[in-house]
């Protein structure tokens, strides 16, 4: 079928209204195309919203069964001296009563000014200062015994947290066998110190 120019006006409404259809569906496929993908953003930044939300929601009710366990603890470390402050005459207190027991034939002591304890290697000690106050001890003895005597006194008689480093022990002086029986038979001298937590938190 061959058509003549004296056609085109009858079939002019019809190829306008192909060809409006066509850009019509042009733009309707295009818009499609974009809402589909704005939708699967949107789909994509709603679900990392949700994820975000439970990540916090757990970590928040990790947090507080953490608080929960570990309430009890950090009350009992409050309450045995060793969060908090400097507790130096409490210590000395403390040494003086044990000194009344007799555990040992005699002993000095010497407590250091506090400092910030740097141990080494490094620790991470959360939201915490370690504070050490060093100790040394010196004592005169009857026999080694009497060395551990003294220390379970000194971990059970007195609030605190003293870490013993080490302890080196030497015969006293000599004399007779009947001499010895009363007097100073080793003496010993011990290095340590005083370990107090300080929160960062906590009004100055």
């Not at 019809?14 to 496929?29: D, E, F, K, Q």
């Not at 008689?157 to 030497?170: F, N, R, S």
Request: aromatic share 8%.
């Amino acid at each position: 079928m061959k058509l003549s120019a004296s056609d085109f006006p009858l079939i002019r409404r019809s190829v306008l209204a192909v060809c409006a259809s066509a850009i019509i569906s042009a733009v309707i496929l295009y818009s499609s195309g974009e809402y589909a993908e704005s939708a699967q953003n949107n789909r994509r930044n709603a679900q990392t919203m949700l994820n975000n939300a439970r990540n916090h929601l757990t970590a928040a009710l990790q947090d507080q069964e953490n608080m929960a366990i570990y309430a009890d603890e950090y009350g009992a470390l409050i309450e045995q001296k060793i969060i908090g402050d400097d507790q130096r005459l409490d210590w000395i207190e403390g040494l003086e009563k044990i000194r009344l027991k007799n555990l040992v034939t005699d002993f000095r002591y010497n407590i250091a000014p506090q400092k910030i304890y740097a141990s080494q290697p490094p620790v991470d000690s959360g939201n915490f200062d370690i504070h050490y106050s060093e100790m040394k001890l010196q004592f005169d003895l009857l026999h080694e015994a009497q060395l551990l005597n003294f220390f379970d006194a000194l971990r059970t008689d007195i609030k605190g947290w003293y870490q013993l480093e080490g302890c080196t022990l030497q015969r006293a002086g000599t004399g007779n066998e009947d001499e010895q029986t009363t007097a100073t038979r080793l003496k010993a001298e011990c290095s340590g110190g005083w370990i107090t937590l300080k929160n960062r938190n906590t009004p100055k």
